[in-house]
């Protein structure tokens, strides 16, 4: 890391969080970032990607500390806010006075705006809850020197591209951009054009590196003896587990069928409020829960470490889906098990699963 010429505070907080050699997407893209040019990575999370375009940014802050310049990460969900915003705060923690502030929808308002009125540097947030702030003018961003959008293709799929653009027309037009995605279709291309000044494109070929290290099994199993085969998964793996299933109603049900059977077990799904599901991811990193059962919502950015194994009870709508649950452990080179439920009317998806895992 010393060769990308970082200075020392930033150093030091990587030493401490044990960070020795840098990935590929931090090979490729932090030389680019501290030049200053754009930049467009096709990355998936769990390749390191968060590092590579914090590292860089908050180098520039550093430097330009005078000029009160800001930085505006936009990502499509609380969670990975929340995650990229903890992560800057990491990487700036030996820094001296850098603020970092996450702000999104589900959450106190007029607590954000207080936040925002001190002095922040760093911004995190979704689409929706920072065009809001923008709009009411609490949100001052005159002088953002940088945008990032991560997980673009994620944002799309949510339905946010009027609201990004909406957002990037109102910026500063000297601004660095950088876009992270982790799949490249041409809409993404297409903002990409819009908007990125002659960017450094990158692409991390990760899938395989990254599914390599994980255990695949899959087990063909009726509809309704699956309940049964997960518990008998659960007498031998019964710690750090993440099961995957396709309805709210399901993860509530199958939660309760756990407890009865005696584990620890909470549920992550897009009903449950804002803090609460800080909470259950916050419970989880510290080993407080077993398993969490989870629709789709978990299955994207969430850096959970000590996931040992994923279980798919249903399989994912989108077959590309599958390769983030399963990313949710394996993480930075460690090992990981995913187990997957076939049933006959999954066959053809989880021929298309095959395809893209080349398995
Ligand atoms: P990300 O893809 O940004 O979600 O990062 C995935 C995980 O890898 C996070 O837990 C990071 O803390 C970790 N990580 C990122 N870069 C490195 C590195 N160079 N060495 C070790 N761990 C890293």
């Given at each position: 890391f ?19 050699t840098p990935?590929?997407i931090q090979?490729a893209?932090?030389?680019e ?5 754009d ?10 990607k ?6 860089p ?7 330009n500390?005078e000029?009160?310049?800001?930085v505006?990460?936009?990502?499509p969900t609380r ?7 903890d992560?800057?705060k ?7 006075n ?6 999104y929808g589900?959450t106190?308002f007029r607590n954000?705006?207080s936040s925002?009125?001190r002095k922040t ?9 920072i065009?809001d702030?923008?709009r009411q ?5 005159n ?6 959008l991560?997980?673009?293709d994620e944002m799309?799929k ?9 957002i990037?027309d109102k910026?500063p ?19 990409a054009?819009?908007?990125l ?7 991390i070929k ?5 599914t390599?290290?994980?255990?695949q099994?899959?087990?063909n ?5 699956k309940l ?8 031998i793996t ?6 995957f299933?396709r ?5 509530t ?9 005696g584990h ?9 409020p804002?803090n609460?599901?800080e909470?259950?991811?916050?419970r989880l ?5 077993d ?15 000590n996931?040992?194994h994923v279980i798919?009870y ?14 949710r452990?394996?993480r930075?080179?460690a090992?990981?098990?995913a ?6 009317s999954?066959n053809?998806?989880?021929k ?8």
């Open positions: 010393a060769c990308f010429g970082f200075n020392k505070l930033i150093l030091n907080s990587l030493e401490s969080k044990g960070y020795k990935t590929p090979k893209a932090i030389p970032l501290m030049l200053g040019r930049l467009l990575g096709q990355a998936q999370t769990g390749t390191g968060t590092a590579a375009f914090a590292l940014l908050i180098e520039k802050l550093e430097n500390k000029s009160n310049a800001k505006l990460v936009m990502t969670e990975l806010a929340t995650q990229v915003a992560s800057f990491s990487y700036s923690a030996e820094s001296t850098l603020r970092t502030l996450a702000i589900g106190d954000q705006i925002l009125k540097d760093i911004v995190v947030g979704t689409p929706g809850r065009m702030h923008i003018g609490t949100f001052k961003i002088n953002i020197s940088c945008l990032v991560d997980e673009a799309l949510m339905g946010f591209l009027e609201d990004i653009e909406w990037i910026l037009e000297n601004k660095q951009m950088v876009l992270f995605s982790a799949t490249m279709p041409n809409e993404i291309r297409n903002i054009k819009k908007y000044n002659e960017p450094a494109e990158i692409l990760s899938v395989k590196q990254e390599q290290l994980i255990t099994k899959y087990i199993v009726q509809r309704h003896h049964d085969a997960l518990k008998r998964i659960l007498e019964n710690e750090g587990v993440i099961i299933v309805t709210k109603l399901l993860t049900s199958i939660a309760e069928a756990l407890e009865n059977s620890s077990v909470a549920v992550l799904n897009g009903d449950i804002q609460q599901r909470n259950t991811v916050d990193k510290k080993g407080f829960i398993i969490l059962v989870a629709t789709d919502v978990a299955a994207r950015g969430l850096d959970i470490p996931i040992e798919n249903d399989l994912p709508q989108q077959a590309e889906d599958f390769i983030h649950r399963i990313g452990t394996g930075a080179g090992k990981g098990q187990w997957s439920y076939v049933t006959k999954d053809r998806k989880w298309e699963i095959e395809k893209i895992l080349s398995i």
